[in-house]
């Protein structure tokens, strides 16, 4: 009888590892394969009036999508996430206004209890001569 209730112990342990895995590989790939088309779908690259201006990133269109991407993608894995995106310019500072050429994307996702899942990735529009 006590094998019975250690075997059964055991079990759901291994039970509990393997779907935390299982969850954690899910929402890195999901947070991971935010794809570059997505992005470059939010740049901006003419003013209001119709003159070419610096490439920058929409903040409302990186809202909608990237956020509606992982919302999507992400839920089915954990309920209690948080979804962080701050813009930067080329110094590395907070852009004074909407215009911003960089964006850096953060995640913090509960997978269970004990473990928790957070990531950042950054995104930077940078020209050919930049490189």
Do not use: W
Request: aromatic share 18%; with cysteine; charged share 25%.
């Amino acid at each position: 009888m006590l094998n019975t209730l250690f075997y059964s112990i055991f079990f759901v342990i291994f039970l509990s590892l393997s779907f935390g895995s299982l969850r954690f590989s899910q929402i890195n790939r999901s947070f991971l394969s935010i794809y570059k088309g997505m992005l470059e779908a939010c740049v901006l690259t003419i003013n209001t009036s119709g003159e070419p201006v610096k490439p920058y990133y929409d903040h409302q269109k990186i809202d909608d999508y990237v956020i509606a991407y992982l919302d999507k993608n992400i839920k089915r894995y954990s309920k209690e996430y948080t979804i962080t995106t701050n813009y930067y310019n080329e110094t590395f500072t907070k852009p004074s206004s909407n215009y911003s050429r960089g964006v850096e994307i953060s995640l913090k996702a509960k997978i269970f209890n004990f473990r928790e899942y957070e990531k950042t990735q950054r995104f930077y529009i940078s020209s050919r001569e930049e490189l």
